[in-house]
């Protein structure tokens, strides 16, 4: 999530590459095999709810120190990005990038940074002005795009996007803390990718709502949201046909102002209609207790709400204190109620995709 304002504070890089490919292969089985109806009438397959043991698994290669934080314009960033896009394709969704999954997005450096800052990634109007930048400045750069097809012919051309941000904000040896440098980013927004690449899986397997559903992994978030603002420049499907979008950031612990283990809230609540919709279908989420903190436009939907897409974030975030420091690790997640949130977003994507369409309420659209 992004800061009011935007610090580049960046541990040791220890674990081996290969323990890495070791922990890849095990969040493969990202769920039990304990199965359960799902709640939709419309999801007549058993579906397998994601399970704190699956969860912890896929995050934890998501927030694995060799990924050095994510940081965007990195290949650190770019290996998240691949095994984003190897889950994508487990799951059985169709590639919607320009390579297979992934979207390339057109980054460069402006120039140099300052003593102890990380380069600031900036996004290029086009692959055309990307080439008048001198080949030293340019990055590497991708959001990761996946398809489930809805099962309508009637609402199948219409799209829920579904969305988390991937990266975070890499590493400063400058600000380590007892000798560690890495800003992993477990809770932001690594949680928030699991349970985008899990609610994939469980509407898969539960069969496809009626509306097709683009699941996205960001590059960027933390930087401008660049990612967001090429994919809307971009688009893998039309923005015009596009009904509502969802994000997911910080569920990895619980909010005792959400009611606790388990529930969260959704930024801008009041605004649109999507918020009654998902209560009045049991899913546990409440307005933004903390309306002050201006989550709503702090995220990836904001973008989508300024072009008039209903655009909401679910979160549960309670402004605990390792956001954005090197402490925001794997070991303080509590994945008990991470699942049990992955499964209530599931949840939540499949009231939007097979129901009425979201809507501003007035006054609600942002300018």
Not at 90 to 113: I, T
């Amino acid at each position: 999530m992004m800061p009011f304002t935007d610090p580049r504070s960046m541990k040791r890089a220890g674990m081996s590459t290969a323990l890495l490919a070791v922990l890849v292969a095990a969040s493969t089985v990202a769920c039990a095999p304990t199965r359960t109806a799902s709640s939709s009438a419309a999801a007549s397959a058993a579906v397998a709810l994601t399970t704190p043991d699956g969860a912890k698994r896929l995050l934890s290669t998501l927030a694995h120190d060799s990924l050095q934080g994510r940081y965007t314009g990195t290949e650190h960033a770019m290996k998240a990005a691949r095994i984003i896009a190897a889950k994508m394709a487990e799951v059985g969704l169709e590639p919607l990038g320009d390579d297979g999954f992934l979207q390339r997005v057109p980054l460069y450096v402006a120039g140099p940074s300052a003593p102890g800052r990380l380069p600031r990634p900036m996004l290029a109007a086009s692959f055309a002005a990307l080439d008048t930048v001198p080949a030293e400045r340019r990055l590497p750069g991708a959001n990761v795009v996946g398809m489930l097809r809805g099962s309508d012919p009637a609402l199948r051309d219409e799209y829920v996007i579904v969305g988390a941000h991937y990266d975070h904000v890499g590493m400063n040896p400058a600000a380590a803390v007892d000798g560690d440098s890495i800003f992993n980013g477990a809770d932001d927004d690594a949680s928030g990718v699991v349970a985008m690449l899990e609610s994939a899986r469980q509407l898969k397997e539960g069969g496809a709502p009626r509306r097709s559903v683009i699941f996205v992994a960001f590059t960027g978030e933390e930087n401008g949201m660049t990612g967001t603002r090429h994919y809307i420049a971009s688009p893998a499907r039309p923005l015009a046909q596009t009904i509502a979008d969802i994000q997911i950031e910080m569920i990895g612990r619980p909010d005792s102002l959400a009611g606790g283990a388990g529930k969260g809230w959704l930024t801008g609540y009041e605004r649109s209609t999507m918020g009654e919709m998902l209560v009045a279908a049991g899913v546990p989420v409440i307005a933004d207790p903390r309306p002050a903190q201006n989550f709503f436009s702090r995220s990836d939907n904001f973008p989508f709400a300024k072009l008039g897409i209903p655009a909401h974030t679910i979160s549960s975030f309670g402004g605990h204190t390792d956001y954005h420091r090197p402490s925001d690790e794997t070991e303080t997640i509590d994945f008990a109620h991470m699942s049990a949130v992955i499964n209530a977003t599931a949840r939540a994507v499949r009231v939007i995709a097979d129901g009425a369409r979201p809507e501003w309420k007035a006054g609600g659209k942002p300018n």
